[in-house]
């Protein structure tokens, strides 16, 4: 099972989101893959102290991830001194007790810099708190915008953007040994300020030491995962190929029910009508 994650057609993007103007954007500049560096500082590690600061002591109206007993790990949007907009990934105490293990883990997705990626700006490891500190991406998930839109349904033109950026992303990470992503859904997927998509780098990273690599309902969980309980390249190929179910249809179909309706040639129920 494989996949070429860079042969896309090209297209040019211009869309609305939720009242929101995207700008024209022209696929056929990166059909190099040419998306290393946006002039990011180098990865560093922060305090408690800073990241309690920027959070607002982590304060429950800054959570931007689902939270409650059932997602011990919460994500918070805030802001540093120097006003940079950041994302923090706060993990349960337990998640991660070996401090020297969750260090190098962080600095190795640290090094990845890419413009499809919210790319990994830190790290805070104190007694046993660990935290990760992302780009902020200010306009909400992909499964936001797919399959919980208030205006209109996403136009394919977007549609196709967000499958060739994050196709270039995964192959980004690959190139840079760092082929496994784990629990690859329409939530890791975000848009930045101007709507660009970008592939969350805490997903790069497994929710704990020894826990689980996905998240989601089993009905999509890559085969692989199920049958050996380890992400594969081929597990996340897997997981790519329900996102772009999840973009044909503006549904999250289960893979399998799919593969029914494919095969009983009702393909019109695949496509949305958008």
């Not at 099972?1 to 103007?21: L, W």
């Not at 800073?50 to 918070?76: C, D, M, W």
């Not at 349960?92 to 890419?114: I, Y």
Request: with cysteine.
């Amino acid at each position: 099972m494989g996949c070429n994650f860079s042969k896309y057609s090209t297209c040019c993007c211009s869309t609305e989101q939720g009242g929101v103007q995207v700008p024209e954007a022209n696929i056929e500049e990166n059909e190099d893959n040419n998306v290393e560096g946006n002039g990011l500082a180098s990865f560093r590690e922060y305090t408690i102290d800073q990241l309690r600061k920027a959070t607002s002591g982590f304060a429950i109206e800054n959570i931007v991830s689902e939270h409650g007993e059932k997602a011990p790990n919460v994500v918070y949007k805030g802001k540093l001194e120097n006003q940079v907009r950041i994302a923090v990934k706060r993990f349960n105490k337990s998640a991660w007790p070996d401090a020297h293990q969750f260090l190098e883990e962080a600095r190795a997705v640290g090094q990845l810099r890419s413009q499809r990626l919210a790319n990994l700006l830190g790290c805070c490891c104190e007694g046993d708190e660990r935290l990760l500190v992302s780009e902020y991406m200010s306009n909400d998930t992909l499964a936001k915008h797919l399959f919980h839109w208030e205006t209109q349904p996403m136009k394919w033109a977007m549609r196709l953007r967000v499958a060739l950026y994050l196709a270039q992303a995964l192959e980004y990470c690959t190139s840079k040994g760092r082929a496994l992503y784990h629990d690859l859904n329409a939530y890791r997927v975000l848009f930045d300020d101007d709507f660009n998509p970008k592939l969350s780098c805490f997903g790069l990273m497994k929710n704990s030491r020894d826990g689980k690599s996905y998240s989601t309902n089993l009905a999509f969980t890559p085969p692989e995962y199920l049958r050996t309980g380890r992400v594969t390249p081929e597990s996340v190929t897997y997981s790519f190929g329900t996102l772009l179910l999840d973009l044909l249809s503006g549904k999250h179909i289960p893979p399998s029910h799919a593969l029914d309706l494919i095969r009983d040639r009702n393909l019109q129920s695949l496509t949305d009508s958008c």
